[in-house]
């Protein structure tokens, strides 16, 4: 007989992860302590998740849709492209200094999914192909000048993931250990320059 959904614990066993890969890697958290902080047994778990290995990724997913939504709702297709792309960029910062240990679970913790179906490829990269369409349109429009969207978008994922990860761990010049605005606002300045068309 087939064990009936329990969103309350489901809910409550992503919430356990969250919490503890917060202070150990995630490598050393077995679902014997996930199960304990949910009070259930191990056995439980398997109900709803097949391993370790596939709850993880249920959190990374659940992490990268929270992710695309504010990503999402941060712009508006009605401005221009500068301005679409500089509020994604500031929405991913944002998103990042209020939740590193997310962030770090999905970018930097988490084994990478290498072995993705077509439909988890869409999801696992809807951000990235957000902003990629707004750069094809605005070299479209000629606003931009760009020869390869997707590398562009994934230099700029990789630029702000670096600057806002040295910037919460103060690995930067204290000048910069309490305010990211300076750093966002060159980092989008710079961003937007690569991308402009090139004066002849």
């Given at each position: 007989m087939t064990r009936p959904e329990n969103p309350e614990l489901?809910?409550?066993?992503?919430?356990?992860?969250?919490?503890?890969?917060?202070?150990?890697?995630?490598?050393a958290v077995t679902m014997r302590e996930?199960?304990?902080?949910?009070?259930v047994t191990p056995t439980t778990i398997y109900y709803y998740f097949e391993n370790k290995e596939r709850l993880f990724e249920a959190v990374k997913f659940d992490i990268i849709d929270d992710l695309d939504n504010i990503l999402a709702q941060a712009v508006n297709?009605?401005?221009?492209?500068?301005?679409?792309l500089a509020d994604l960029m500031r929405a991913f910062v944002g998103w990042y200094?209020?939740?590193?240990?997310?962030?770090d679970l999905v970018f930097d913790?988490?084994?990478?999914?290498?072995?993705?179906?077509?439909?988890?490829?869409?999801?696992?990269?809807?951000?990235?192909?957000?902003?990629?369409d707004i750069i094809i349109r605005a070299k479209e429009?000629?606003?931009?000048?760009?020869?390869?969207?997707?590398?562009?978008?994934?230099?700029?994922l990789a630029f702000m993931y670096g600057v806002v990860k040295l910037f919460i761990h103060k690995r930067l010049m204290p000048r910069f250990w309490d305010d990211i605005t300076p750093?966002?606002?060159?980092?989008?300045?710079?961003?937007?320059?690569?991308?402009?068309?090139?004066?002849?």
């Open positions: 489901i809910a409550a066993i992503r919430k356990a992860v969250l919490e503890l890969t917060a202070k150990k890697d995630p490598a996930i199960a304990s902080r949910c009070n297709e009605g401005d221009p492209v500068k301005k679409q200094v209020a939740n590193p240990n997310q962030a913790k988490l084994p990478p999914a290498t072995d993705l179906t077509d439909e988890r490829l869409l999801r696992y990269y809807k951000a990235n192909r957000l902003g990629r429009t000629g606003e931009l000048a760009v020869g390869d969207a997707e590398l562009d978008t994934a230099l700029g750093l966002t606002d060159r980092m989008i300045e710079l961003l937007l320059a690569g991308l402009a068309p090139k004066i002849k």
